[in-house]
């Protein structure tokens, strides 16, 4: 809780911690660094996320990414994106997570285990 702050509501000692903790020309500075830094970050990644893509859809069929619903900052619902790792199919109202050995999982995903000499 770095940015949190004591309150009084009503009388009663209350903590704020629903506060955006930059404002002004911090707020506009951590932006522009956080767009330069996963602007370049993404330069340099752009050749191996291209890799895992054509391997993903040469071993298995179906998309490339998996989407999934989640919850984010304040509740707002987001889309996240991965790299898919499981073949694709229609599970109904139970979802099972995976285990050792799935045979859902894609071939990509089966690295043998490896021996320490």
């Given amino acids: 809780m770095l940015h949190?702050?004591?309150?009084s509501i009503g009388g009663l000692p209350a903590v704020?911690?629903?506060e955006h903790p930059f404002y002004?020309?911090?707020g506009v500075l951590k932006r522009s660094t956080d767009l330069l830094l996963a602007t370049a970050a993404l330069a340099l990644l752009a050749?191996?996320?291209l890799l895992v893509a054509v391997a993903i859809k040469l071993?298995?069929?179906g998309p490339i990414f998996f989407r999934q619903r989640r919850y984010g900052l304040d509740g707002r619902e987001i889309l996240v994106w991965k790299f898919r790792s499981m073949n694709v199919m229609e599970n109904g109202g139970?979802?099972?997570?995976?285990?050792?050995?799935d045979p859902r999982v894609t071939q990509t995903r089966r690295v043998p285990?490896?021996?320490?000499?």
Wanted: no cysteine; charged share 15%; proline share 10%.
């Fill in 16 to 18: 704020s911690v629903f």
């Fill in 4 to 7: 949190s702050r004591w309150t």
């Fill in 94 to 101: 139970v979802v099972n997570q995976a285990t050792k050995n």
């Fill in 59 to 61: 071993t298995s069929p």
């Fill in 47 to 49: 050749v191996p996320m």
């Fill in 24 to 26: 002004g020309v911090d």
């Fill in 113 to 117: 285990p490896q021996e320490f000499t």
